[in-house]
């Protein structure tokens, strides 16, 4: 090539700064993705180990209804009756199921937004502002189809199940076998608008608010490392966001996941119905234990998360 022709010549990878920075054939988020896929399925197994009683309490309040058949006056007494009723372990009633998909959901969580980061970050390898709500979004609507909502439908009915006086699921096969049988495939996925609209917002706003959180710490110094305790202290902080701007969506999933979902025609209906006969305030039933669950969860999460993401990079090139 000819000097008229260097001076004139328009690298192809100038529009793709990922290919320009790594001279990669492909974007950056492809093997971070990869990365955050395994980094995230061990952080879930983890995570719900710690945190799962207070994800039953928080399930059995929201499926409460006023009436002749409200059974419990606020946490403590969910609580002591179930402990009176099943044991200590009854706080832990459907653990398996969520512990089985707690691993493929934050693996997909944590895989799609490495991903996504992949391709939306500038040349300084920073997030924009409408970068971080978008990726985080996406990682929201991948989880809740590819793990969510399967799992979170598998989990409430077994957990309403537990509330009958004669529970009919023997273990996490015979109940999944039962709600097959009965429903079909699409047994396990209902309340999927809802679960994609409870999670794409609460991946959006978590993911915003941690990574807006780190990129105040590092202020101009984009390479200078966060404190895992400090990330603990910003997933919590995300996690209080998510919990007051999204519970209402998560009661009305709850709700269409239920064993009783069949009274609702779809997802507006339930909402409807809800405010209909029983108020505004339904919509915030259970919004105590699920920001201490909440709040915990994410702070750990993000720890964990972080921590084998640092492990990783030094190790997995």
């Not at 093997?31 to 995230?40: F, M, Y």
């Not at 946490?75 to 044991?87: E, M, P």
């Not at 809802?194 to 105040?216: C, Y």
């Not at 400090?230 to 009661?251: E, Y």
């Amino acid at each position: 090539m000819d000097r008229q022709s260097l001076a004139t010549f328009v690298s192809p990878f100038k529009c793709r700064p990922w290919m320009a920075n790594s001279g990669a054939a492909a974007p950056s988020g492809g093997g971070k993705g990869l990365k955050g896929i395994v980094a995230g399925g061990i952080t879930g197994g983890i995570e719900i180990c710690i945190t799962y009683p207070t994800e039953y309490v928080k399930t059995q309040l929201q499926l409460d209804e006023k009436g002749a058949n409200k059974r419990y006056n606020g946490i403590a007494d969910c609580v002591k009756k179930t402990v009176q009723q099943r044991g200590f372990f009854g706080l832990y009633r459907g653990l398996s199921v969520l512990l089985y998909g707690s691993i493929p959901k934050s693996a997909a969580r944590f895989g799609a937004f490495e991903y996504l980061r992949g391709h939306a970050v500038d040349s300084k390898g920073q997030l924009s502002t409408s970068g971080k709500l978008l990726c985080g979004l996406g990682a929201g609507v991948c989880e809740a189809i590819l793990a969510v909502t399967p799992m979170e439908t598998i989990k409430v009915k077994f957990i309403n199940d537990q509330r009958s006086a004669n529970p009919k699921f023997k273990g996490f096969a015979h109940g999944v076998g039962c709600i097959v049988k009965s429903e079909g495939i699409s047994g396990v996925y209902k309340g999927l608008t809802a679960t994609i609209l409870k999670q794409g917002s609460n991946q959006a706003i978590r993911f915003f608010v941690l990574e807006s959180l780190k990129d105040l710490y590092k202020g101009d110094d984009h390479n200078k490392p966060v404190p895992k305790l400090l990330v603990g202290a910003f997933g919590a902080v995300a996690g209080a966001a998510s919990v007051f701007g999204n519970t209402p969506l998560d009661v009305v999933k709850t709700r269409m996941q239920g064993l009783e979902a069949a009274k609702y025609k779809n997802t507006a209906d339930c909402a409807l119905q809800i405010m209909r006969n029983e108020g505004l305030g339904a919509f915030y039933k259970g919004t105590v234990p699920r920001l201490g669950r909440v709040c915990l969860d994410v702070a750990i999460t993000f720890m964990i998360y972080d921590s084998f993401m640092d492990l990783f990079n030094k190790v997995w090139k």
